[in-house]
């Protein structure tokens, strides 16, 4: 068991805990010219360790998930504890390193976001032909979406966070993170769904038939793609 200057590292923790500090410090150490943490930022890390999993879950919503973030974020710590500033808040300063990390993950995955890790009762049944050309098409066109936007949107649609949390990951006031995710569908509907215009009378046959096939796929798709991403409306803001 790794120990720092003979004090056991599952002083005071739960099992949990102690993995995630054990291949935290482990990971550090392994850098010779880190070495081991004092015992004294040791023991406060300990003592925030609980609150910084909960938080972590909150962002995650996911228990493995969050036990990664919480490792990440104390090697981030172990690794740059010479910038914290002894009697300060340990807790606040760990928490940004958290939630940076947790945004600065979110963003290096986002290109290729899979949808299908919304939550799983946006999907009542199988997914169709027509479902994976929404999915497909969703992707591409949040792509297009200022970062800012995207990130809101993201927490909302596929965390699951409330608009409270949002602001408070990504340092907003609340407004801000309601019209960030209210922009966001709106131009996303406006790219993915639009009007769709009849056929013009003059059309032949076999024409009108295609673009009527047409028509009712684009309004299958915006069906889904409102599924997806929610009506802009019901942000609940005029903006």
């Keep these: 068991m790794n120990t720092i200057r003979g004090e056991s590292l599952v002083s005071n923790m739960t099992q949990d805990d102690a993995i995630l500090m054990d291949e935290a410090v482990s990971e550090v150490a392994s850098s010779a010219e880190r070495g081991l943490p004092p015992a004294e930022f040791h023991r406060e890390l300990v003592q925030v360790l609980p609150k910084l999993r909960v938080q972590a879950l909150s962002m995650t919503r996911n228990r493995s998930d969050a036990d990664d973030l919480v490792q990440a974020s104390l090697v981030n710590a172990l690794s740059a504890r010479t910038s914290f500033e002894p009697g300060t808040n340990l807790g606040a300063w760990l928490y940004r390193i958290m939630r940076n990390r947790f945004l600065s993950d979110m963003r290096r995955r986002r ?124 942000v609940g803001i005029g903006v």
Excluded at 116 to 134: G, H, K, L
Excluded at 191 to 211: E, F, H, I, M
Aim: a positive charge; charged letters at 25%; aromatic letters at 4%.
């Design 111 to 234: 290109p290729t976001v899979d949808m299908d890790d919304a939550p799983q009762e946006a999907f009542t049944t199988a997914p169709s032909q027509e479902d994976n050309v929404a999915l497909r098409e969703l992707r591409v066109q949040m792509a297009r979406l200022p970062e800012d936007q995207r990130t809101a949107l993201v927490m909302v649609t596929v965390q699951g966070m409330s608009y409270d949390q949002v602001a408070e990951l990504t340092g907003v006031a609340v407004g801000t993170a309601k019209c960030r995710v209210f922009r966001a569908r709106k131009q996303l509907q406006a790219w993915l769904v639009g009007d769709a215009k009849p056929a013009p009378s003059t059309t032949r046959g076999v024409a009108a038939s295609a673009q009527a096939s047409q028509s009712g796929v684009r309004r299958s798709v915006s069906s889904k793609v409102r599924e997806q991403i929610g009506h802009a409306g019901h």
